[in-house]
């Protein structure tokens, strides 16, 4: 029982890590709090759908195509939107939710209001692994994030581009003073962020049933474990994952599923009480 | 808190201090206003009498509904100059709490209105006390957060709630003998309620709370160095917003008879938002005008295809904030002030 519950917590997890990184990167460095990810999720699931299913396209071009379209609508929304709204210092956050409106609608007006499915790849293979049983295909999703994650990490330390968001994420004037271009900076963190989103929505897609209001719930998690870790820091989404994703399994595990959103609710509460900047958060303001 | 006593004139500074500079203000204006404000009331207290079509009886109640939820989303909105995405969840508080006490518990209309009221206040200040202290994104996310977590409660507790297939025959409400059945006894009851919080929000405005209040949105390193206890201020701000919105709630319980999870779900805390943000926050009108607004189109859109409506709205939603930061009012108010030197 253990087991199982503490495998389909690795699978939430793994997903809620994506999704939470490309928010906390967007958050960090631009200093939006981007619900309309919540729409490159969505998008990211349709387009891998419609290229198995449209297509017949093998899913891991599927997940290529999926990354590229939310890549193309995070970086168009940065520049067509983001820059014109924030160099009027108007308020971001308004025009993320107006953006979120206008991708749900449009989806739903071209797919409708009904739930789409399609099968998962490896079909029906699964892994045992001591007492519980996963699908293989879960299995390859938590792989891809497990890359995912220190591949991201290597990124922000290693290359100057990486270093550049660092330094943009930390303080704005001085990177502005040693020569760094806030543009291409807030591009590649655009460009990035929401490759994380989509490709988390196109691996979510084959095991939930899904519509225009996909990105909602995830968004949501997400959102909950960068406050739990602490806004724009890495370590603290891996601990947040950890304890959202799993707290979350455990309680719909073995008490029941109607409370564990119930989980998700009592802990932000906790953590902000108890530690307002999240756990690895740093107090500003 | 105890409204403060201030002259009158004293007051009518604390109004434009208030309000953006644009605000023209003259003498002779006030007078201008004290009739406007008659006419006003007068019209929509008189005006629905002639209103045969329940249809549009029904929009009124709607509207009236709506106005209260705006109303008190603007004392976050306007007067702290924070966001807040989760006002139906709130509004779904006080929904629920009225409608299950009067159903099983034997309350009166008012009691289940008081005790949501109360509970949705409760939460306000669970949810306000830890997040208003930080800054930045932190509190419209927690606001967002929370909006969809009761949502998802709503869903769940299917023991309680009976979940997604929500909850019928809640009773109408019954004051000293009598049963609010018909759309138009109901449309002054709510438009009862709405003056009862336009009271409130005036009185705040005038009071020494009003005044922290704009202290501290303008500038509140400076309000807490000369003694405002500006955290205070801020939860006692949120929780009153969070009472409003359980109020409408539990009205919106009592005149629906249904009610279920999608009522109150975040796209109508964004709606709010933006009712609020198209009337022109932080003033007194425009919480009234955008929702007067938004609900007749919102209404009038279900006729045809509600997504093609949704677009729109959205696209408008990017054009207000940025060439129309202040609203329909600033609108308003530019203009009238372009035309006086």
């Known amino acids: 029982m253990l087991t199982q519950v503490l495998l389909n917590g690795l699978f939430a997890s793994s997903l809620y890590c994506l999704v939470a990184l490309g928010l906390t990167l967007i958050l960090g460095v631009m200093d939006i709090a981007d619900f309309a990810q919540g729409a490159t999720y969505m998008l990211g699931a349709f387009v891998a759908f419609l290229a198995v299913t449209q297509l017949g396209l093998d899913f891991h071009w599927a997940l290529l195509l999926a990354i590229l379209a939310a890549v193309v609508l995070g970086v168009a929304n940065n520049q067509l939107i983001y820059q014109p709204v924030m160099r009027r210092s108007a308020n971001t956050l308004i025009a993320a939710l107006g953006v979120l409106l206008i991708v749900q609608n449009v989806a739903l007006m071209i797919f409708g209001s009904e739930f789409q499915t399609y099968s998962a790849p490896f079909g029906r293979e699964v892994v045992e692994i001591g007492s519980g049983v996963i699908p293989l295909y879960k299995v390859s999703v938590i792989a891809i994030s497990m890359a995912a994650v220190p591949l991201v990490w290597v990124f922000l330390s290693k290359t100057a581009t990486g270093k550049a968001i660092r330094a943009m994420s930390q303080n704005k004037e001085g990177a502005a003073i040693v020569g760094i271009g806030s543009r291409e900076v807030s591009l590649v963190t655009f460009a990035l962020g929401s490759a994380l989103v989509g490709l988390a929505g196109a691996l979510a897609s084959p095991v939930y049933a899904f519509d225009a209001f996909f990105g909602a719930d995830a968004i949501v998690k997400a959102f909950t474990i960068v406050i739990v870790g602490g806004m724009g820091s890495i370590a603290g989404v891996l601990v947040g994952v950890a304890i959202i994703g799993f707290g979350e399994n455990l309680v719909s595990g073995y008490i029941s599923t109607e409370y564990s959103t119930l989980v998700t609710f009592v802990l932000l509460i906790a953590v902000l009480f108890l530690r307002p900047q999240g756990i690895f958060g740093k107090r500003h303001a | 808190m105890s409204a403060a006593r201030i002259p009158v004139a004293d007051r009518a500074s ?21 009739g406007a404000a008659v006419l006003a009331l007068l019209a929509v207290v008189v005006g629905p009498l002639f209103v045969q079509s329940t249809l549009i009886q029904h929009f009124l109640v709607l509207i009236g509904i709506n106005v209260i939820l705006v109303l008190s989303l603007d004392l976050v909105v306007g007067m702290l100059g924070l966001s807040a995405l ?34 949705a206040t409760f939460f306000g200040v669970l949810i306000g006390y830890p997040s208003l202290r930080l800054g930045g994104h932190f509190f419209v996310v927690v606001t967002f957060i929370v909006g969809i977590v009761f949502n998802l409660l709503f869903t769940n507790l299917v023991e309680i709630t009976k979940g997604p297939m929500g909850l019928p025959g809640i009773p109408a409400p019954e004051i000293a003998g009598h049963v609010f059945h018909d759309k138009l006894s109901y449309y002054y009851l709510v438009l009862a309620f709405i003056l009862l919080v336009l009271f409130v929000k005036w009185r705040i405005h005038g009071s020494r709370m009003g005044r922290a209040l704009t202290a501290i949105r303008e500038e509140e390193d400076l309000a807490r160095a000369v003694g405002i206890r500006s955290h205070r201020y801020k939860v006692a701000a949120f929780a009153l917003s969070t009472a409003g919105a359980g109020l409408a709630g539990a009205l919106y319980a009592h005149y629906l008879r249904f009610i279920g999870p999608a009522s109150f779900d975040f796209l109508h805390s964004f709606d709010l938002f933006v009712m609020n943000l198209l009337g022109g926050k932080g003033t007194l009108l425009g919480p009234i005008i955008g929702p007067v607004l938004l609900t007749t189109i919102d209404q009038a859109s279900q006729l045809f295809r509600p997504e093609p409506a949704r677009i729109v709205f959205g696209v408008c939603l990017i054009l207000i904030i940025i060439y129309m930061p202040q609203g329909i009012i600033g609108l308003v108010r530019a203009l009238i002030g372009r035309r006086r030197p």
């Open chain 2, 14 to 34: 604390v109004t434009q201090a208030a309000e953006p500079p644009l605000a023209p203000t003259a003498g002779m204006s006030r007078y201008i206003r004290l």
């Open chain 2, 86 to 119: 989760g006002h139906a969840g709130f509004m779904g508080i006080g929904a629920y709490t009225s409608a299950l006490l009067v159903m099983n518990q034997g309350f009166s209309f008012l009691g289940g209105l008081v005790a949501g009221t109360a509970l």
